[in-house]
């Protein structure tokens, strides 16, 4: 019970979500829509992903999918620990499927009010989230109390802020200009002394951002290298948290040898045909 429909409650300003102190109340993805400070947005209060051997019963199962569901359908994931017990299994596997699906994910740490050491919680939590969702890396942690309110603010920015860098666009121009620059100061390795070219990068497509990067042999191109690009990305174009896709393709730059005809100056001065 970390306390979605209470934050949902606090987001509305009223009671519409039937709330408690057990677990489990909510059973469906209840859809409701609002305008929360100046921003309108349709929240999903959904059931716990509760393991699976919590979830024998037909209803509870029907519940944990319409949950799937909503994640799937999302554009902002908000993920909500328990500050008492945060990071719990299913936790990490909602985080890794909002992730995997391409959402953008904002993490909420709830009843921030009832913890007594909160600079030391804080350091604990940082270093549980890099460690234990890597994939997640600069996404925006906020601590929030869904029953007085404190910190809904931030929750707020950080929601508009994720949403905003999950639809950010790239020119060509720019981005080359960079891999021209990555390539300089950190070129691919070249496997087997087989040197691998990486030619030209563009994106090819908004939320999550996701580009195409044509190499001479994108089979030969490590892991690790990939990583570097794409952390290189987000360092670089400002998109903390976002997942990313970068997609490698063989062949050449697709827009080499487009060259625009030479036009001269008898060519200017020629009369222009007209036609009726």
Do not use: C
């Not at 549980?128 to 969702?133: D, E, H, I, K, V």
């Amino acid at each position: 019970n970390a306390g979605k429909s209470t934050l949902v409650n606090a987001i509305l300003g009223e009671d519409r979500l039937l709330t408690g102190p057990e677990a489990g109340i909510t059973r469906d993805a209840i859809a409701v829509e609002t305008e929360w400070m100046g921003t309108g947005f349709r929240i999903f209060d959904t059931a716990g992903m509760r393991k699976k051997a919590k979830i024998s019963e037909k209803l509870e199962k029907l519940s944990v999918s319409d949950g799937l569901r909503a994640v799937k359908f999302a554009e902002v994931v908000v993920v909500l620990l328990d500050v008492q017990i945060p990071f719990e299994t299913q936790d990490l596997r909602l985080a890794d499927l909002a992730e995997r699906e391409g959402r953008a994910v904002v993490v909420a740490v709830n009843k921030w009010d009832l913890e007594a050491e909160k600079p030391a919680k804080l350091n604990e939590l940082r270093e549980s989230f890099g460690r234990l969702l890597p994939q997640l890396k600069g996404a925006p942690m906020v601590m929030v109390s869904a029953l007085t309110g404190k910190g809904l603010d931030r929750l707020h920015d950080a929601i508009v802020k994720a949403y905003s860098v999950w639809n950010t666009r790239i020119s060509t121009a720019r981005l080359n200009r960079w891999l021209s620059a990555q390539i300089a100061g950190h070129p691919p390795p070249a496997p087997g002394g087989r040197r691998i070219r990486l030619r030209y990068m563009t994106q090819v497509k908004t939320r999550p951002p996701t580009f195409v990067l044509f190499a001479s042999h994108p089979e030969a191109v490590p892991e690790d290298y990939r990583r570097f690009l794409v952390n290189g990305l987000r360092r670089d174009f400002d998109m903390p948290g976002t997942p990313i896709r970068l997609h490698l393709r063989a062949g050449e730059n697709p827009y080499a040898g487009r060259r625009k005809p030479n036009v001269t100056a008898l060519d200017k001065h020629k009369p222009r045909r007209l036609t009726e």
